[in-house]
């Protein structure tokens, strides 16, 4: 194992103190800073620029998805492993989207988490045996369903018309999609006019027409 700078991420005291008990069992590992909220977070890892990143997500300020992408913006080079307690397909996909290279669950053993430190800090993308079998039955289910309609919308612009689809309002949007109200309301705008629908209803018609909004929870 090559030597290993860590950022601990998490507004836990307790559990923060049990990962770096845990970590320091490790003579390879320097755990060089500890954060309780996304803030913090990033003010400390453009000051230690970590190898790897443990990164919770719900913290208080700054959630860790918003605390991910703003970090790997300014520093690709460092690889967040996301060590969390949530497990629904919003936050493990909106970790991948902010570039996250792992996703673990707080019930990981110490072996498990060692294992994907190291995969992270080389580059390598991993997840928790559940979440990888989610994935591959979410991308599965995804690619036998997609329909080959409206082409003309990005991929971000297609998720949101799902949601919409899904009669999701525009907070709700956000929130699942870890963007700001004003980022929602231009996407919805360019679907809008994309789709050559006046309102929020008849892009809903037109989406559930096309086979969108099936919500899996």
């Given at each position: 194992?090559?030597?290993?700078?860590?950022?601990?991420?998490?507004?836990?005291?307790?559990?923060?103190?049990?990962?770096?008990?845990?970590?320091?069992?490790?003579?390879?590992?320097?755990?060089?800073?500890?954060?309780?909220?996304g803030?913090?977070?990033?003010?400390l890892?453009?000051?230690?620029r970590?190898d790897?990143?443990l990164?919770d997500?719900k913290?208080?300020?700054?959630?860790?998805?918003?605390?991910?992408?703003?970090?790997?913006?300014?520093?690709?080079?460092?690889?967040?492993?996301?060590?969390?307690?949530?497990?629904?397909d919003?936050?493990?996909?909106?970790?991948?989207?902010?570039?996250?290279?792992?996703?673990?669950?707080?019930?990981?053993?110490?072996a498990?988490?060692?294992r994907?430190?190291?995969?992270?800090?080389?580059?390598?993308?991993?997840?928790?045996?559940t979440?990888?079998?989610r994935?591959?039955?979410?991308?599965?289910?995804?690619q036998?369903?997609?329909?080959?309609?409206?082409?003309?919308?990005?991929?971000?612009?297609?998720?949101i018309?799902?949601?919409?689809?899904?009669?999701?309002?525009?907070a709700?949007?956000?929130?699942?999609?870890?963007?700001?109200?004003?980022?929602?309301?231009?996407?919805?705008?360019?679907i809008?006019?994309?789709?050559?629908?006046?309102?929020?209803?008849?892009?809903m018609?037109a989406?559930?027409?096309?086979?969108?909004?099936?919500?899996?929870r």
């Amino acid at each position: 194992m090559e030597r290993m700078r860590v950022l601990i991420a998490d507004d836990h005291p307790f559990y923060r103190e049990g990962v770096r008990t845990m970590l320091s069992t490790v003579p390879e590992i320097d755990v060089v800073a500890e954060a309780s909220s996304g803030e913090e977070v990033l003010a400390l890892a453009a000051e230690h620029r970590p190898d790897v990143i443990l990164m919770d997500i719900k913290m208080p300020v700054l959630n860790g998805i918003e605390a991910t992408r703003r970090i790997l913006q300014a520093d690709p080079s460092i690889g967040v492993l996301v060590l969390t307690m949530y497990d629904d397909d919003d936050s493990v996909f909106a970790a991948m989207r902010a570039g996250a290279r792992g996703y673990l669950l707080k019930d990981a053993t110490l072996a498990d988490v060692l294992r994907a430190m190291t995969a992270v800090q080389q580059g390598e993308a991993i997840f928790s045996p559940t979440i990888a079998g989610r994935l591959v039955g979410y991308f599965g289910r995804s690619q036998a369903a997609l329909p080959p309609a409206f082409p003309e919308l990005t991929e971000r612009e297609y998720e949101i018309l799902t949601l919409i689809a899904q009669r999701r309002s525009n907070a709700e949007i956000a929130s699942t999609l870890f963007l700001s109200p004003k980022t929602v309301r231009n996407h919805v705008s360019n679907i809008f006019s994309k789709l050559q629908v006046a309102d929020r209803a008849e892009a809903m018609l037109a989406a559930r027409a096309a086979g969108l909004g099936h919500d899996p929870r």
